[in-house]
């Protein structure tokens, strides 16, 4: 039973409150220059995360499930429906690059926090694959870990919630990046530039980069009809041929997995039915307005959504080590992206999007290219992201046959 105020299957009034939290969040990031700064993906997060730590709403819910399982899939095509190929094609070479760096990072952060934990955290052998394989391409990663090395329930439980936490943290960070000084100083920032080049009378106007660069625009009903059926028709036809995808290649080979786990991914055969369409009948599509702005706010959803499950108290009850254990991985794999990307001179935009494809998935790097207004790293996230679907168990499994 749930012991908070609400209860999970109070369908309606968590709704409610998601939208609620993802439409506070939009009005203060546009009114307000503090708010900005923070983003309105992080305050969004941020008041669920407070909601569900004071038992007002509940950690699990088959609503945020939804968001998971519906919303997400039907927002990435209409974030995509303005996608350049070339550009794209451009853009997603540099950023893979630093993304397969950002991920060996992740393994040796891993290596790093076993020998560091080792000696208080019982069991820490079986739980390195899961937390590699999650900082490599997400949580489906952390499912399929723990299944394959028999985490104990409770454990995988608290694992979990220290992974969301610091989720949540690592965004507000990785946000904060490019204002830094010292980051201004040692890196590149393209694409934060061209957003901070505003005109004298944009700047007259006294209206955050948030107002300015999400601004009122002409959108007719026939653009929304547009936009939602062909989301729809997308996600649809790349789910039923996903599981023809999967269903043929269960084998326990490596071409099996690959083929199965790769192109039998929903979220890469909606990216690239997207990008196709998108490219074939650009010119149309360029004139469908809305498209941004609906996928968008489906995006401060899911952003709200990841708050509700990082419950502090579980952490500080069942297992707090699991959160200095997750810090250390992730911070590594900072520090190693940071440096690297220094090394390469890569933008800190795209360093930024590659650690957070590593950590988060391909959903929550394509939501902060979003969400920063870094239009052109959208899709170059949802693809290396989506390649850590797979990389991701790979490399948990390498962890895992190393440390036993």
């Known amino acids: 039973m749930s012991n908070s105020l609400i209860s999970p299957d109070s369908t309606w009034i968590l709704w409610a409150i998601l939208a609620a939290s993802a439409a506070l969040a939009i009005i203060l990031e546009q009114r307000y220059e503090w708010a900005n700064k923070v983003t309105g993906c992080i305050l969004a997060l941020f008041f669920m995360l407070v909601l569900a730590n004071l038992k007002i709403i509940p950690t699990e819910s088959p609503v945020y499930d939804n968001v998971w399982s519906y919303v997400v899939p039907l927002a990435v095509p209409m974030l ?76 995988t439980s608290a694992a979990l919630v220290a992974d969301n936490l610091l989720m949540a943290l690592y965004f507000f960070a990785l946000t904060s990046l490019p204002t830094m000084a010292i980051i201004k100083k040692h890196y590149k920032r393209p694409y934060e530039e061209k957003l901070e080049q505003l005109t004298e009378e944009e700047k007259a106007s006294n209206k955050t980069q948030a107002a300015e660069y999400w601004g009122a625009k002409e959108i007719s009903l026939k653009d929304i009809a547009i936009t939602v059926a062909l989301a729809f028709a997308i996600v649809a036809v790349s789910d039923k041929l996903s599981g023809i995808i999967q269903g043929a290649f269960t084998g326990d080979d490596i071409l099996s997995k690959i083929i199965g786990g790769f192109f039998g991914n929903m979220y890469l055969l909606i990216t690239t039915f997207t990008m196709i369409i998108s490219s074939v009948f650009s010119e149309k599509l360029q004139k469908v307005n809305g498209t ?60 930024i999007v590659a650690s957070n494809a590593n950590v988060g998935g391909p959903t929550t790097a394509a939501a902060m290219a979003v969400s920063k207004g870094w239009q052109e790293l959208i899709v170059p996230a949802l693809l290396v992201g989506t390649l850590g679907y797979v990389i991701g168990n790979y490399y948990g499994i390498l962890s895992g046959l190393i440390l036993h």
């Open 80 to 155: 995509l429906f303005h996608a350049d190929i070339k550009k794209i094609w451009k853009g997603s070479g540099r950023v893979l690059v630093i993304y397969l760096l950002s991920g060996i990072g992740t393994i040796i952060g891993g290596f790093i926090a076993f020998f560091a934990l080792k000696a208080v955290i019982p069991k820490l052998n079986d739980i390195v694959p899961m937390f590699v394989g999650t900082y490599t391409g997400g949580s489906v990663n952390f499912v399929a870990m723990s299944t394959l090395y028999d985490v104990p329930g409770q454990t």
């Open 292 to 351: 941004q702005e609906i996928g968008t706010f489906l995006i401060y959803l899911f952003f709200a959504v990841i708050g509700a499950p990082a419950s502090i108290s579980l952490i500080i009850k069942e297992s707090p080590l699991l959160l200095v254990f997750a810090l250390i991985v992730v911070l590594f794999n900072l520090i190693w992206s940071l440096i690297w990307g220094k090394i390469l001179k890569f933008s800190i935009e795209e360093i």
